[in-house]
């Protein structure tokens, strides 16, 4: 709901933010619980992540550590963990004392990153469709988001457009490998030649990697492994997906000392520390063995493969993701229309399931009018339970 202006008539939410109401995920989620719908809207797991990490911020509670403000960079076991991490998965060298900041999520990483690098009048170019904090965390930096459109089907970056949507005011790349909502993963020649621009034009690059775990076709490379990259990319991830603990909010930026230091200057000031008991149960779950990834990932490839099939039988058109855990259907096939928003909202009362449309993530609706998302992180008799009511829309 748009607040009233006061009397002054100004209105109340600052106008550069006027086009960001309650998210997507929210009204969707609502929708869910109010139709008892099978959510496949948000992203988030229906079962909890390990055992031995969630007792583990249960004995940092018991025995007071934590409870109280932890260090502003992040507790330093939590901080070395990540450290160890990045170099055990990616061959990354961090010092953790001055290159890794432990934030609130990536949510607050992305926010904090973006104030702290991003001038008002700077363009920011970003995949389009959009994870939704980017368009918002542009906003409140006061930048301009400039979108390099992802299209079906693939949905590959277009790399000479990239060049030419590069100009003087451009301040930096945000960047999202694997990419929510589309499932795409950057290739190498890829991630080589959008490294080639960032240098050619000294731009900063920002890499969103919350999904670095889940890829299962090619391989995660971080952008900041590439040559001349270091040194210009600030690197983020979390906690969240990785080990199914959405609600934790424990994510971490990555960079060299000078890029973790302006982000830190912000993130003082945003929220300056948080989550204290559970920066060191996650700093247990970075040092699980990589069987857990390993299983982690396959039980994700499993559930992919169950919803896309499961959803090609209903008579969608189905974009097979390459990583993170949600899927891009086009919804035409079905004769149902092309406008993903409409059928969303019938959906729930159609047959039960709840989806997102696609066209949230886009500047120019029309871009992704005919796909919808669903996200496949469910137990597998929930999707099983989905995928049958879904294909009641064929008959
Ligand atoms: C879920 C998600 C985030 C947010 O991560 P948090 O750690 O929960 O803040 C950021 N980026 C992408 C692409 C996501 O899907």
Redesign the pocket.
Known sequence: MTPKPPPSGRPLLAPRLAAFGTTVFAEMSALAARTGAINLGQ?FPDTDGPEEVREAAVRAIREGRGNQYPPGPGIPELREAVAAHQHRFHGITLDPGTEVLVTA????A?AATLLALVEPGDEVIAFEPY?D?YAAGIALAGGHRVPLTLRAPGFRPDLDRLAALITPRTRLLLL?SPH?PTGMVLTREEATEIARLAVAHDLLVVT?E??EHLVYEGEHLPLATFPGMRERTVSIS????TFSL?GW?V?WVTGSAALVSAVRTVKQYLTFVSAGPFQYAVAEALRLPDAYFDDFREDLRRKRDLLCDGLAEAGFAVHRPQG?YFVTTDITPLGLGDDGTKFCLALPERCGVVAVPNAVFYDDPDAGRPLVRFAFCKREDVLREAVDRLKRLAQ
């Open positions: 992203g999520g990536a949510t607050e992305i994870y904090s999202n929510n969103d919350v999904y979390s906690s969240g997906k959405t909010k994510g993170t």
